[in-house]
């Protein structure tokens, strides 16, 4: 019958499934292994960027809205590279390096983009955990210890700012052990009260801690680096010690596999591309001409891959580059991916790729199982305000800061919070002059709030504003102050 061939298609269909997945797992080795996904974590202001741009020769946080980070981000960096950083330390020099590289996401540390550092911690593979030397740990900190406690992610501390100790020489062309034996003793003094300050902290949270080269039980004990990002002291030290943690400790995580691993980060308009998503590759690969399943607001959709770009070597995804364009693309990158349909898709959540047209109702019902705690992130009230933000990370920091504000947003169904390009990160399109837009949103004494996170606000718009409302725009989210007059 029509009913049974339907059924032996599908069964078929989900027997090569189940078969490729099993054969990638029995094909995993040790002895090829993909790139450990880093993410770094910390309270904002410690300098999680600050300490990349230095690895990457870059100034990716002067050019952020307050110097503080808005986006997640990945950025790639190459054998060479990380040879380059720690061609000064005699013993790493000497290890056989297997890994191909470092895939490193770097995090927002203000408070309202738990998300977002949710979102990292649970990609990543190993992760640096950023204190500020002089503060200790801090609220986010411990947030992020959470974060690494619950998922059991093996980290490493880079004690930070060890340039503000007063006296402070520079050496960072050798290794901060070396940098540290030949400070004045006052400066040694200071370091050591301030260094056994964040153990005593560690213990408190319940964690043994050491300075890395007094650290002999790396499985037990959490490693600190003294780093500097502004003069560079400990940088080498601090990827060299990844590097070598992620060999002896990771081997059989990493170890690469064919079946697919991928999660999407970010959901954003480039000028020229359309809506992309940045997505972090952590096994397996993409082509061009992938069919994916995502996660929508609406459910599961299909879209095709239409170009898989990445950026330069030690270049940041979230950053403006010039992109170069891959046919496939091996684990793990962070990619930027262009297709039909992609405002639709919901930061977080994994992308599946069918190889067989009978396998797409399959795959997309698998996404459907995990579509319903994708949508509880998002609450929205009938009467408030309406958000608007570039990419859906940020829009959800927003909505969160909003929500501990106690100021309400819009639902779903009067105004959709917005892209710059005005495309609905609910899967639905509207012009900013539209009736739907006019006629709606006003409070009960009937004036309109826009919130604009880190989006511009129109030049037509704000001639606008006296008819349409109060508008707020700030480029960075944590300024409370903008929002006071609430």
């Known amino acids: 019958s029509k009913i049974s061939l339907a059924e032996k298609v599908r069964a078929k269909a989900e027997a090569r499934i189940q078969k490729r997945r099993e054969e990638a797992e029995k094909t995993r080795k040790p002895d090829r292994l993909r790139a450990p996904v880093v993410c770094v974590l910390g309270h904002v202001d410690t300098g999680k960027t600050?300490?990349?741009?230095?690895?990457?020769?870059?100034?990716?946080?002067?050019?952020?809205?307050?110097?503080?980070?808005?986006?997640?981000?990945?950025?790639?960096?190459?054998?060479?590279?990380?040879?380059?950083?720690?061609?000064?330390?005699?013993?790493?020099?000497?290890?056989?390096?297997?890994?191909?590289?470092?895939?490193?996401?770097?995090?927002?540390?203000?408070?309202?983009?738990?998300?977002?550092?949710?979102?990292?911690?649970?990609?990543?593979?190993?992760?640096?955990?950023?204190?500020?030397?002089?503060?200790?740990?801090?609220?986010?900190?411990?947030?992020?210890?959470?974060?690494?406690?619950?998922?059991?992610?093996?980290?490493?501390?880079?004690?930070?700012?060890?340039?503000?100790?007063?006296?402070?020489?520079?050496?960072?062309?050798?290794?901060?052990?070396?940098?540290?034996?030949?400070?004045?003793?006052?400066?040694?003094?200071?370091?050591?009260?301030?260094?056994?300050?964040?153990?005593?902290?560690?213990?408190?949270?319940?964690?043994?801690?050491?300075?890395?080269?007094?650290?002999?039980d790396a499985r037990n004990y959490v490693s600190l680096v003294p780093t500097s990002a502004i003069s560079g002291d400990g940088m080498g030290d601090l990827i060299a010690l990844i590097f070598e943690l992620s060999q002896k400790l990771l081997a059989q995580r990493l170890s690469y596999s064919d079946e697919l691993?991928?999660?999407?980060?970010?959901?954003?308009?480039?000028?020229?591309?359309?809506?992309?998503?940045?997505?972090?590759?952590?096994?397996?690969?993409?082509?061009?001409?992938?069919?994916?399943?995502?996660?929508?607001?609406?459910?599961?959709?299909?879209?095709?891959?239409?170009?898989?770009?990445?950026?330069?070597?030690?270049?940041?995804?979230?950053?403006?580059?010039?992109?170069?364009?891959?046919?496939?693309?091996?684990?793990?990158?962070?990619?930027?991916?262009?297709?039909?349909?992609?405002?639709?898709?919901?930061?977080?959540?994994?992308?599946?790729?069918?190889?067989?047209?009978?396998?797409?109702?399959?795959?997309?019902?698998?996404?459907?199982t995990s579509f319903s705690q994708s949508l509880k992130s998002i609450k929205l009230s009938d009467k408030g305000v309406y958000v608007q933000a570039s990419t859906l990370g940020s829009l959800e920091a927003l909505l969160e800061f909003l929500k501990s504000s106690k100021i309400p947003a819009r639902n779903r169904e009067s105004i959709f919070a917005t892209f710059r390009s005005c495309l609905s990160v609910f899967g639905r399109q509207y012009r900013s002059g539209s009736q739907e837009r006019r006629s709606e949103g006003f409070d009960s004494v009937g004036t309109r709030r826009t919130i604009c996170g880190d989006t511009g606000v129109r030049r037509s718009r704000r001639t606008r504003s006296p008819r349409i409302g109060r508008q707020f725009e700030n480029q960075s989210i944590h300024r409370r102050n903008h929002l006071s007059s609430f």
Not at 92 to 112: A, R, V
Not at 125 to 142: K, N, S
Not at 169 to 196: G, M
Not at 333 to 357: F, H, M, N, S
């Open 50 to 216: 600050k300490i990349l741009d230095k690895l990457r020769g870059t100034k990716v946080q002067d050019g952020e809205a307050g110097g503080i980070t808005q986006q997640i981000g990945a950025t790639n960096v190459p054998l060479d590279a990380i040879q380059d950083m720690t061609k000064y330390l005699k013993d790493f020099s000497k290890m056989q390096l297997k890994l191909p590289g470092l895939l490193i996401i770097d995090t927002p540390g203000h408070e309202s983009f738990s998300n977002l550092r949710l979102r990292g911690s649970s990609l990543c593979d190993i992760a640096i955990l950023v204190v500020d030397v002089m503060h200790g740990l801090e609220p986010q900190t411990l947030e992020s210890i959470a974060l690494l406690k619950k998922r059991k992610t093996p980290f490493v501390v880079a004690l930070n700012k060890i340039d503000r100790l007063y006296e402070w020489k520079r050496n960072p062309h050798q290794s901060v052990v070396q940098t540290l034996k030949k400070q004045k003793a006052n400066t040694i003094q200071e370091f050591d009260d301030r260094a056994k300050e964040v153990v005593l902290q560690f213990a408190e949270q319940g964690l043994n801690s050491a300075l890395f080269h007094e650290n002999k």
């Open 261 to 368: 691993q991928c999660h999407v980060m970010e959901v954003k308009v480039i000028q020229g591309l359309g809506t992309t998503i940045d997505v972090v590759l952590v096994n397996g690969k993409l082509k061009e001409g992938d069919t994916l399943i995502l996660i929508g607001l609406d459910g599961p959709f299909v879209t095709q891959a239409r170009a898989l770009l990445m950026p330069q070597p030690l270049k940041e995804l979230r950053v403006k580059n010039a992109w170069v364009n891959h046919k496939e693309i091996v684990a793990a990158q962070g990619v930027k991916v262009c297709g039909k349909d992609l405002e639709k898709a919901l930061a977080g959540t994994q992308i599946l790729v069918a190889r067989y047209p009978d396998e797409i109702e399959i795959l997309k019902e698998e996404q459907a």
